[in-house]
């Protein structure tokens, strides 16, 4: 079967095509940025919860931050000492100790603006 094309229509996909890539393009790049996004504040978490670990058994700041930055090496640039909070500032029995990591996060694409602070925080009882 032959399909005719009526001269009015010649170019219709090509328009149409033209008006649905931008919104293709946006829903795309957002997902590329939600994943890193998410990504990134799994390993904020995970590395509160190990700074928070090693903080309840050494008792000890500079570890409990050395463990937290070992515990996340994907993200790029690293996490520094002055970005992790570990309230109290010593450990007692039966008492618990917060990490609280707060990053900010540089965007990809700059659509949704330039950077997102990103938390991540772990608790633990002191003592082990």
Not at 38 to 66: F, P, V, W
């Amino acid at each position: 079967m032959r399909f005719l094309h009526r001269r009015g229509e010649r170019g219709a996909a090509a328009v149409e095509f033209a008006l649905v890539l931008p919104i293709l393009l946006l829903l795309v790049l957002g997902l590329i940025e939600f994943s890193r996004l998410y990504n990134i504040q799994i390993s904020l978490s995970n590395a509160a919860r190990e700074g928070a670990r090693n903080m309840a058994i050494h008792d000890s700041q500079s570890t409990a931050k050395a463990a937290a930055i070992a515990a996340a090496p994907s993200i790029s640039p690293s996490m520094s000492g002055g970005q992790i909070s570990i309230t109290p500032a010593a450990c007692a029995a039966n008492q618990a100790v917060t990490v609280t990591i707060t990053y900010n996060v540089s965007l990809l694409t700059g659509y949704f603006g330039t950077t997102l602070p990103l938390t991540g925080k772990g608790v633990m009882l002191c003592g082990g």
